[in-house]
Nanobody, 121 residues
């Protein structure tokens, strides 16, 4: 089983920055893509950014140029650097990973518990 633990959320004023981290642990054979999603109250969960094991990235249009996703494959950790934050970035941010626990188990998508990001105007 793979566990994902996020950290780094908090409260920040508009224009500020936060850095989220998500560490994967447990029985891990391989991790492919990792990503960050967010869910604001009353809204559906949406993709913020994703990164493959080779380093290819993609971003939601709303965060492109402000957020940067990166990962450390040796540490099974993905990061999200968030700059120029806006009140509309306020949400619970979730980490996910496409991973396999052993050579014989199927690939599965795992989710973290979420971390709150609040941006005040």
């Amino acid at each position: 089983q793979v566990q994902l633990v996020e950290s780094g959320g908090g409260f920040v004023q508009a224009g500020g920055s936060l850095r989220l981290s998500c560490a994967a642990s447990g029985s891990i054979f391989r991790i492919n893509a990792m990503g960050w999603y967010r869910q604001a109250p009353g809204k559906q969960r949406e993709l913020v950014a994703a990164i493959t094991s080779g380093g290819s990235t993609r971003y939601a249009v709303s965060v492109k140029g402000r957020f940067t996703i990166s990962r450390d494959n040796a540490k099974n950790t993905v990061y999200l650097q968030m700059n120029s934050l806006k009140p509309e970035d306020t949400a619970v941010y979730y980490c996910n990973a496409d991973a396999v626990a052993t050579m014989t188990t199927p690939w599965s998508v795992y989710w973290g518990q979420g971390t709150q990001v609040t941006v005040s105007s």
